[in-house]
């Protein structure tokens, strides 16, 4: 019976781990799409080193509907992409923000348009910094005159740091890197707060779409040897056994295949408004089941397994991939 139960466990996180990677994959694709990694990075950055965002409104977005409305679709804040190298000397209508893309574009990617830069190292934030006092005349004191001249925010923090350093330029630029590095970290939470929220609406339509119900997968899963073992064959070869004695045959090998031809864990999503089944030869097989869909998800009953999906799926697949392991004694490679 504790067997039973484990392979219970052991489906119900193998089910939960896909689901989660799926919604992960999701999140990933949109950002991705949209580029919002780059267009918050630069967002903060042209909010420190210019402040010129239109109509005095700030570049970063105020609140996670702004991450996913305003800030991909109604205002870009990178620089155009660039594939020159930094001229001697910025641009008198060059902003600072510009001009610090000129010295770290070096590490962008090919693109069109607009820069991929989505993460900005301390140390190469530090060196364009540099970079741009070695410009001005007076150096360092001369790029504090023109940050507190064209009212940026930066001003305050960069004297900051140059008065700590006490005008010694070696630690100048060690504090830079380490401010910097303080305000990615603070802005990786920012950014993530607001994601949450994103994945939690992914999470939540993956849940309804393929009406996933935790309580009856697991319900199932002690239910049907059969399904069960199944679903834990992805996990080692015991299952082999399990299967061989389950199919009663001289030989099981066509047993066998016949059972993982049809893979258990796409039982999982045969509820879903589009499943798919695997049949032993050719294609993949789509299915439209928008009416059995709907009865499942407008029947009261099914709701608090739904719940338990949406919440596991909150956790995250690096959750679910970590319980794995625990359950199966895999050690991950250092």
């Given at each position: 019976?504790?067997?039973?139960?484990?392979?219970?466990?052991?489906?119900?996180?193998?089910?939960?781990?896909?689901?989660?990677?799926?919604?992960?994959?999701?999140?990933?694709?949109?950002?991705?799409?949209?580029?919002?990694?780059?267009?918050?990075?630069?967002?903060?950055?042209?909010?420190t080193l210019d402040d010129d965002a239109p109509k005095g409104r700030s570049w970063l977005p105020s609140g996670a509907r702004d991450v996913f409305a305003a800030l991909p679709f109604a205002r870009d804040p990178r620089p155009a992409h660039e594939t020159r190298p930094a001229p001697p000397e910025p641009a008198a209508d060059d902003g600072?923000?510009?001009?610090?893309?000129?010295?770290?574009?070096?590490?962008?990617?090919?693109?069109?348009?607009?820069?991929?830069?989505?993460?900005?190292?301390?140390?190469?934030?530090?060196?364009?910094?540099?970079?741009?006092?070695?410009?001005?005349?007076?150096?360092?004191?001369?790029?504090?005159?023109?940050?507190?001249?064209?009212?940026?925010?930066?001003?305050?923090?960069?004297?900051?740091?140059?008065?700590?350093?006490?005008?010694?330029?070696?630690?100048?630029?060690?504090?830079?890197?380490?401010?910097f590095d303080g305000e990615m970290q603070r802005l990786s939470l920012l950014y993530k707060r607001y994601v949450r929220w994103v994945v939690a609406m992914l999470a939540l339509a993956v849940t309804l779409l393929f009406t996933v119900d935790a309580l009856e997968y697991g319900k199932t899963l002690l239910r049907d040897n059969a399904y069960r073992a199944t679903v834990t064959a992805v996990t080692g070869p015991e299952a082999y056994g399990e299967l061989k004695a389950r199919c009663e045959q001289a030989d099981p090998v066509p047993c066998i295949t016949d059972t993982l031809s049809q893979p258990a864990l796409l039982g999982i999503l045969d509820k879903a408004i589009i499943s798919v089944s695997v049949p032993a030869e050719g294609e993949p097989v789509f299915h439209w089941n928008g009416a059995a869909w709907w009865d499942r998800l407008t029947t009261p009953s099914r709701w608090p397994g739904f719940l338990l999906t949406f919440v596991a799926l909150l956790f995250g697949a690096p959750f679910w991939w970590d319980v794995l392991r625990r359950i199966t004694g895999a050690r991950s490679r250092s």
């Open positions: 019976m504790l067997s039973a139960y484990l392979d219970l466990a052991l489906g119900l996180v193998l089910a939960f781990l896909l689901l989660s990677l799926l919604v992960s994959g999701l999140n990933e694709a949109i950002v991705r799409l949209l580029a919002i990694r780059s267009k918050f990075l630069w967002a903060y950055l042209r909010d600072l923000t510009q001009s610090l893309y000129e010295r770290v574009r070096e590490i962008d990617h090919p693109t069109r348009g607009r820069t991929s830069i989505a993460d900005l190292p301390p140390g190469r934030f530090s060196g364009a910094v540099m970079e741009l006092a070695a410009t001005e005349p007076g150096g360092v004191e001369g790029l504090l005159a023109k940050l507190k001249d064209a009212g940026s925010p930066l001003h305050g923090h960069l004297k900051g740091v140059w008065e700590t350093a006490q005008r010694d330029l070696d630690r100048f630029r060690k504090g830079v890197e380490t401010w």
